[in-house]
């Protein structure tokens, strides 16, 4: 069983070099992982970046559902410690995806809050950015009655009705926003 994961990836980029190490201590953050493993990834590797997940499109329309991350906060903080003290004594950027199991904005505020509470705690300093996922819905409406929405799969059409019962609506995205988050903190 494998507990970390180093990719070569042939990437080519204004921003980085056309190769690089990224570290993935698991794979889905707050499900816990061996730290010793981690650590030693570190070293063994020095990547350039530790990316986890954090959601997922099986799961996480139901937690979206029940407006509730997939772990409890403790879960979080656990995993995170180690990520933040590589990022911050090794200078590696950290990436993480679809916070709380669904990716919605509560969720990603409350995850950055996470991310402050550890800073705060063993005193780093971090430039952090979020990337937002909420959808509006006025615009979903729009979509919908536009025909500019369809089920990724087989799945029913959806209805402006069901979208006005929805607890929250995010979208799902690519890379795009992270290479864009990335561009940006370039020239920054």
Request: proline share 4%; net charge neutral; aromatic share 10%.
């Amino acid at each position: 069983m494998k507990f970390f994961t180093s990719l070569q990836l042939g990437l080519t980029s204004p921003v980085m070099s056309s190769e690089f190490n990224i570290l993935t201590p698991n794979a889905m953050l707050g499900y816990g992982y061996r730290a010793e493993h981690f650590w030693y990834g570190i070293e063994k590797f020095t990547p350039k970046a530790i990316i986890v997940d954090s959601g997922s499109t099986d799961g996480g329309p139901y937690k979206l559902g029940l407006n509730k991350m997939t772990c409890g906060r403790d879960s979080y903080i656990r995993d995170l410690t180690p990520i933040l003290q590589a990022c911050f004594h090794k200078k590696i950027q950290v990436l993480i995806g679809s916070v709380g199991g669904d990716g919605s904005d509560k969720h990603v505020q409350e995850m950055f809050e996470i991310v402050q509470e550890i800073s705060a705690k063993q005193g780093f300093s971090f430039n952090v950015a979020t990337i937002s996922a909420g959808f509006h819905r006025d615009l979903l409406r729009q979509r919908i009655v536009s025909k500019k929405v369809g089920p990724c799969g087989p799945v029913e059409e959806l209805t402006v009705e069901s979208a006005d019962r929805a607890i929250d609506v995010v979208a799902q995205m690519g890379a795009e926003p992270y290479v864009d988050m990335d561009r940006l903190r370039a020239v920054t």
